[in-house]
């Protein structure tokens, strides 16, 4: 039994939802980063292993290096971050507002 009266989602108008789908994409990459910081991840740039600018390899941006186990490349600020890496919270976004107006 469904905890939504009858016909709501059909009722809904998902459509100023899509309109903030960056502003609903930042939110989800918030949450994320929530989530990972609080079982203990932290982004490149904030780790206490990090590598000296010098003794780095130059193939990958420091800023996104790896140099612990704990590290991810994707702590940053939803703005900071490549289109690529957007797009992930983006399909979340839309895969949530799709499963709104199936429901």
């Known amino acids: 039994m ?3 009266p009858t016909n709501w989602s059909k009722e809904l108008d ?3 939802l899509k309109e903030k789908r960056e502003y609903l994409s930042e939110k989800v990459h918030d949450a994320w980063m929530l989530e ?17 600018e010098s003794e ?3 193939h990958t941006s420091i800023k996104f290096c790896k140099h612990c186990k704990k590290c991810h490349p994707d702590m940053y600020p939803y703005n900071e971050l490549s289109e690529r890496i957007k797009e992930y ?3 979340t976004v839309d895969t949530v507002l ?3 107006k199936e429901i």
């Open 2 to 4: 469904s905890v939504f």
């Open 14 to 16: 998902t459509s100023i």
């Open 36 to 52: 990972k910081t609080n079982q203990g991840f932290h982004s490149p740039d904030s780790c206490s292993q990090k590598v000296a």
């Open 56 to 58: 780095h390899d130059n």
């Open 89 to 91: 919270d983006r399909v």
């Open 98 to 100: 799709k499963a709104i």
